[in-house]
Structure formats: C-alpha cells, structure tokens
C-alpha cells in the first residue's frame, strides 16, 4: 500500500487566477492541454494562463491556449527548460 501526502497548496489555495497581475513573468512558450496538466502537477506555486497582444494576429493563436505566467520566476525558467 502507498501512502499519499496531501498538499495542502493543492487543496486549499487558487492557485489558476483568472487575470494576471504585473509581477507575474510570462512565458513565450505556449500552453498545451499537457504543458497545463505538468504544471498543475509539478509546480508549486500561482500562475495564470495570458494571451500576448502581439500574439492575437498570430497563427499560433488558435493552436494554443494561450501562455502560462508564473509569480515565482523559477518556476517560470522551469517552465522553459521542460516544454520549449
């Protein structure tokens, strides 16, 4: 039998927010059904997903759901290294 620890980040925080405050760092790779799903898994803390505006005439648009922007800046670079 596994024993699983309950994170309580996970459970009782928000950690998608719904618009992106400034401090935030975004990222120039784009969201993916699975790039979303590693971060929820992997990654610790706030983010939200942003479309850039000089992205919005771009093909790329449609194909993806848009870029992450992370508080942490680490998770940010992260981010990066795994899914560019």
Same mark, same amino acid.
């Given at each position: 039998?596994?024993?699983?620890?309950?994170?309580?980040?996970?459970?009782?925080? !928000?950690?998608?927010?719904?618009?992106?405050?400034?401090?935030? +760092? +975004? *990222?120039?790779?784009?969201?993916? +059904?699975?790039?979303?799903?590693?971060?929820?898994?992997?990654?610790?803390?706030?983010? *939200?997903?942003?479309?850039?505006?000089?992205?919005?005439?771009?093909?790329? +648009?449609?194909? *993806?759901?848009?870029?992450?922007?992370? !508080?942490?800046?680490? !998770?940010?670079?992260?981010? !990066?290294?795994?899914?560019?």
């Amino acid at each position: 039998m596994t024993d699983y620890q309950i994170d309580p980040l996970t459970w009782f925080s !928000e950690r998608e927010l719904q618009h992106t405050p400034k401090h935030f +760092v +975004v *990222s120039k790779t784009p969201l993916t +059904v699975d790039s979303k799903t590693w971060i929820l898994n992997k990654l610790k803390g706030r983010f *939200s997903v942003t479309i850039l505006d000089d992205a919005i005439n771009d093909f790329l +648009v449609f194909h *993806s759901m848009g870029n992450p922007a992370f !508080e942490d800046p680490k !998770e940010a670079i992260f981010y !990066e290294l795994t899914w560019s």
